[in-house]
């Protein structure tokens, strides 16, 4: 069973200020993703990464930035939070195609932005 | 892009019955389609899945149906028990993209 660890698990951080959300997973994915989910918008993709050093823009990456600084690892970086970021976060690791894949996902990391 | 709609925004059946979560999505060049189901306050994780060499595959109560000329692809389950009641997401991708979700279908099974 793929595993793939988020933290924090909550997170709570003013307007303006800087937050990093992380995701670890060990069942070597060259995929990972970075998912918002928010009521009547599903599930929507912010960030996406192939493997290590590599990061690319999914369909909002407006406000963010990522970093995947090896096979495992991949985070979010909010560098001025809004509290329109306020959101439930999901990190997701695939396999090697990047279309046609399940997807594992973390357990989110629920982020309210004051 | 690629555009998923999830028509279905609650369902609700009595437990015992069958339930059907509709999917329509835009791009003719789609070729995976997943399902994901999220329990309450937990994370998604896949049920199922169907590719577009294929227009039905079964798993268990669970069954996908796709209609490329429609471009319609559906979940259904039978003999629904409680622990089917969740979120289910579908979602749609082709050769060289990632995976766009629907809005969800939130499923309740009732006594």
């Known amino acids: 069973e793929a595993a793939v660890t988020q933290s924090p698990r909550n997170k709570v951080a003013v307007t303006g200020g800087k937050v990093t959300l992380s995701c670890n997973q060990t069942?070597?994915?060259?995929?990972m993703y970075w998912y918002r989910q928010d009521t009547g918008h599903g599930l929507r993709l912010i960030h996406y990464?192939?493997?290590?050093?590599?990061?690319e823009k999914g369909d909002i990456p407006d406000g963010y930035k990522a970093s995947r600084p090896s096979q495992e690892n991949f985070s979010l970086i909010l560098e001025l939070a809004t509290p329109s970021q306020t959101s439930v976060y999901f990190c997701?690791?695939?396999?090697?195609?990047?279309?046609?894949?399940?997807?594992?996902f973390g357990s989110g990391t629920r982020l309210t932005v004051l | 892009g690629e555009k998923v709609e999830q028509h279905e925004s609650t369902l609700s059946v009595r437990e015992g019955d069958s339930a059907v979560i509709n999917c329509t999505y835009t791009?003719?060049?789609?070729?995976?389609f997943p399902w994901y189901k999220q329990e309450a306050g937990k994370s998604l994780h896949f049920v199922i899945d169907?590719?577009?060499?294929?227009d039905r595959k079964q798993s268990q109560r669970l069954t996908v149906l796709l209609d490329k000329k429609a471009k319609r692809f559906s979940l259904h389950i039978t003999a629904t028990q409680p622990e089917d009641s969740a979120i289910y997401f579908c979602?749609?991708?082709?050769?060289?993209?990632?995976?766009?979700f629907g809005t969800g279908t939130k499923l309740q099974v009732v006594p």
């Open positions: 169907i590719r577009s060499n294929v």
């Open positions: 069942n070597n994915h060259n995929n």
């Open positions: 990464s192939y493997g290590a050093g590599s990061t």
């Open positions: 997701a690791s695939g396999g090697t195609g990047v279309s046609a894949e399940t997807l594992y």
């Open positions: 979602a749609a991708s082709y050769s060289g993209t990632y995976q766009r």
């Open positions: 791009d003719t060049a789609s070729s995976y």
